[in-house]
């Protein structure tokens, strides 16, 4: 994953996910949907790219320090 160069750009591919009762919310990570873009690449991993991966916790801070500058 590249390293976004704006801060606005950075934080389009982010979002917390909405979690139900006292459980803490997960940083998502939303990933590239432009297939067309990626001409070369199997259908399969085109569909890999298409789902939001959930961050685990122990990624969580250097996610957050790759893809925004805080």
Known sequence: MAR???NKTAKKRIRLSNP???RPAKIR???SCQGHLKTK???RSKRRQKSNAI???ANEKRMIKKV???
């Open 55 to 57: 961050i685990t916790g």
């Open 20 to 22: 139900r009762g006292n």
């Open 29 to 31: 990570y939303k990933q």
């Open 41 to 43: 690449r199997s259908t």
């Open 68 to 70: 925004i500058n805080l």
């Open 4 to 6: 976004q160069k704006t």
